[in-house]
């Protein structure tokens, strides 16, 4: 196992953050983490990382633990925080990546340094100072710098924020790319689309892991019905094979505009982050 968490809880101020968190990730596996904000996303991924050590509870990264043996295990994480602050404004982007790849002793760092800026559109940038860069173009070289000593797993956090479509499209297709080169992904979003359906989907609420699935599972045959009802307006989720039933029923109750749409990834989670 890659990725082992046991009964994990960490809390800030008297709230418990993570509440009971048990999580299994096999290596090779693409694992992305959604929710809303404040249900633990960040966290998890910190405790998972090393750069937090939780109340209580076992984490374990390729049989290291993590609260003993985190500097063991950094040699092989590659990780890209929120708002991470961890870049150089006053070098260049290659600059950047040679002080990271010497605190990892990377020998052939030039050439390692050239293929992910070039491979992440950051090219023509390498000479330019961080400092000039768009946002978009940090969370790149966030990217580069946590590849720079080729990593087995990759923890990501909201790292396709400030990229414009194209560059979120991008970015994926190397995450892909990745992945089906071994590379254990764990990325935190609330972008979806684009992302490999073969992909696994954890869904989080208010500390605790709620829904855990393929994330081709999540709304691949699942319909909404909407109607109005002696002046309200109904809605009603239903499988391909129950829409012939549940229509004959709404026709009793004498339903009007009946409407059917096919329901999106985004209605599926917010369905299950407002359940009670």
């Known amino acids: 196992m890659t990725i082992e968490l046991k009964e994990v809880w960490k809390g800030f101020n008297d709230t418990h953050v993570l509440k009971d968190v048990n999580l299994k990730i096999r290596e090779g596996e693409f694992v992305v983490i959604a ?3 404040g249900s633990g996303k960040s966290t998890l991924l910190k405790i998972i990382s090393g ?6 509870g076992e984490v374990r990264v390729f049989d290291y633990e993590m609260v003993r043996e985190w500097k063991k295990a950094s040699k092989i994480l590659g990780v890209v925080l929120a708002n991470e ?6 070098l260049t982007g290659m600059e950047n990546l040679e002080v990271f790849a010497g605190l990892y002793g990377v020998k052939n760092w030039r050439e390692k340094a050239e293929y992910l800026l070039k491979r992440l559109g950051l090219e023509d940038a390498k000479d330019k100072l961080v400092e000039e860069y768009s946002t978009g173009m940090r969370k790149k070289l966030l990217l580069a710098k946590a590849l720079i000593h080729d990593p087995k797993v990759l923890l990501l956090d909201e790292v396709l924020n400030g990229l414009d479509p194209r ?3 991008e970015v994926i297709s190397f995450l892909r790319e990745l992945n089906s080169r071994g590379v254990t992904i764990v990325l935190v979003s609330h972008i979806l689309h684009g992302l490999p359906e073969n992909a696994r989907l954890i869904v989080m609420r208010e ?11 999540f709304s691949f045959d699942t319909l909404k019905i909407t109607a109005t009802i002696n002046g309200k307006e109904v809605e009603v989720i239903a499988r391909e ?10 026709i009793k109750r004498n ?22």
């Open 51 to 56: 750069l937090l050590i939780p109340d209580k």
């Open 241 to 250: 094979e129950e829409l012939d039933e549940k229509l004959r029923e709404l």
């Open 255 to 276: 339903a009007q505009n009946i409407r059917v749409e096919r329901d999106d990834l985004y209605s599926v989670l917010r369905r299950l982050l407002n359940e009670p």
């Open 167 to 169: 560059a979120v499209t």
């Open 35 to 37: 929710g809303e904000n």
């Open 85 to 90: 602050r961890s870049l150089y404004w006053k």
């Open 207 to 217: 500390g605790r892991i709620i829904a855990d699935d393929r994330l081709s599972r």
